[in-house]
């Protein structure tokens, strides 16, 4: 196993599904366009990578540092994101659908026109976090920290918003249903 450094490579047109990469360190990585579905990445330090329109179905990131990642229009259906840093990072026109994302801190993340379907963000700190246009139908956001959060234009049908804290630091503690 050994320390598995690969900061700043440069991947194009790969394939690595069915990996497992648990604790790599690929900060500024290029991984745009590849394929990693159903691949760990647990614990992973991939802080500042490019992962535009990146395949990660079912990708493993639990735990990871995704901080300030860029993850525009990435496809993320049923990837795992809990616990993962994702502060300040972006998933504008992310495929979300199902993801789960609880416990996640996506503070100051940028959100807008991502697919959050049925989505799990249970108790994720998304404070200053932009969902602007968002789809959250379905999705939990049970007890999560939605303080300065832009939610403009978003689809909140269905959505679970109970002890959720409001853009306005107010508790809610109702489901939209539209």
């Known amino acids: 196993m050994g320390k598995r450094d690969f900061s700043q490579v440069s991947l194009t ?3 690595l599904n069915d990996f497992n990469l648990a604790g790599v360190k690929l900060w500024r990585a290029n ?13 992973a330090d991939l802080a500042e990578a490019n992962l535009f ?25 049923r990837a795992n994101l809990s616990q993962a840093n994702l502060r300040q990072s972006m998933f504008r026109d992310a495929q979300m659908r199902l993801a789960c994302l609880a416990d996640a801190d996506l503070q100051g993340a940028d959100l807008s ?57 107010k508790t809610l503690c109702l489901s939209v249903d539209k």
């Open 13 to 15: 047109q790969a394939s």
């Open 31 to 43: 991984l745009a366009e590849i394929n990693l579905s159903r691949t760990v990445l647990s614990r």
């Open 53 to 77: 329109k990146t395949m990660l179905w079912r990708t493993d990131f639990q735990r990871a540092n995704l901080e300030q990642a860029k993850c525009n229009a990435a496809f993320l259906i």
């Open 113 to 169: 026109w991502a697919n959050l379907s049925y989505a799990d963000l249970s108790s994720a700190n998304l404070q200053g976090a932009n969902l602007r246009g968002a789809i959250l139908t379905g999705a939990n956001l049970t007890k999560a920290n939605l303080s300065s959060a832009n939610l403009e234009e978003a689809v909140l049908s269905g959505t679970n918003l109970s002890q959720a804290i409001s853009p306005r630091a």
